[in-house]
């Protein structure tokens, strides 16, 4: 192949995917049959409650943790046997990094920087500098705030195709949070990097993501586009006396104290809203990302 069709080959794999992805702990159910296809140059914000499972996901998705069914897919290459090529196109952010903590921030990313082709020192060094972290400091002695910085530094020197972050906001102040998105905006829309990032902040994922996928009981619910959302999902409100007609089809169902029904549904393949919310009396509004993650998780 020349070199301009192995360029295109390249740009249309989806940089991480995953088909049927199923996995538990002590019997109990996270990953239901997950499946996923990253869009390249995308920003997906993966976002569920505690415990849903995002986390193991990821790592699943990573070749980090071995699911017990379905697989993953690294630019193509099985998550599990990833080459050192594509090794070197990915950074992930733990939740918690507390890998080399006995280093010095310097020495830990001069040690990292040597398997990255692309390794960004001066970005490093201005950075380290505008965010006020000695690089003398022992890692261990950082914050979690400063530590996770110091982390995310690392995962964006490396200039990755692929960035996955799994809550990379958590720890930090609302100014570093801001500057957090504002590089993850930059890095997608100059350098078309691939990101996935987890997320309980629903305004973070709204200023960032271009999708979104909810993960809930194991699954992947309402993978779309951010701006789609509202147009596809909302809030089909039928009074009691048409509860009957309800669709059997929902995203959730709840029964309000005077017997009208509220679900979440959504707009079939023509644009269309179920039957129901064409009768007479029933009503359908729209629902913004927090509502629709909240009606359907609670
Ligand atoms: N190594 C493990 N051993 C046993 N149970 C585990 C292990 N890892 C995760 N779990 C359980 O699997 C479930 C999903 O955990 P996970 O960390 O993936 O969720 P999460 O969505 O990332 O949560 P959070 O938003 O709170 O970080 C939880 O109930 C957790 O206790």
Request: hydrophobic share 45%; aromatic share 6%; net charge negative.
């Amino acid at each position: 192949m020349n070199a301009v069709l192995q360029e295109t080959a390249k740009a249309s794999v989806s940089p991480l995917s995953a088909q049927g992805l199923m996995h538990g702990f002590d019997g109990t159910k996270v990953l239901d049959g997950v499946n996923l296809a990253l869009t390249p140059g995308s920003v997906l914000g993966l976002i569920g409650r505690n415990g849903a499972g995002k986390s193991t996901l990821i790592r699943a998705l990573l070749g980090l943790l071995e699911p017990q069914g379905g697989r993953a897919l690294v630019f193509d290459e099985p998550a599990l046997k990833l080459s050192d090529d594509a090794k070197a196109r990915i950074a992930y952010v733990p939740q918690q990094p507390e890998a080399l903590a006995w280093l010095t921030v310097q020495q830990m990313l001069d040690f990292v920087g040597r398997f990255y082709p692309h390794w960004d020192a001066e970005f490093i060094r201005l950075t380290l500098e505008r965010w006020k972290i000695q690089p003398k400091r022992l890692l261990a002695k950082l914050s979690p705030g400063e530590r996770q910085r110091v982390d995310l530094l690392r995962a964006l020197a490396s200039q990755p195709e692929l960035l996955v972050l799994d809550e990379p906001a958590a720890a930090l102040d609302p100014v570093a949070r801001r500057e957090l998105l504002r590089e993850i905006a930059l890095r997608a829309g100059e350098a078309g990097t691939t990101v996935l990032f987890s997320t309980h902040i629903v305004s973070d994922l709204e200023r960032v993501a271009s999708e979104v996928a909810f993960l809930h009981e194991g699954k992947l619910l309402l993978h779309c586009d951010v701006d789609d959302t509202k147009e596809r999902y909302g809030r089909l409100w039928l009074p009691a006396k048409m509860s009957a007609a309800a669709p059997a089809q929902s995203l959730s169902r709840r029964r309000n104290e005077d017997g009208s029904l509220s679900l979440v549904v959504q707009r079939d393949a023509h644009g269309q809203w179920p039957e129901a919310a064409t009768l007479t009396g029933a009503r359908v509004d729209a629902l913004g990302l927090e509502d629709l993650f909240v009606e359907i998780a609670e």
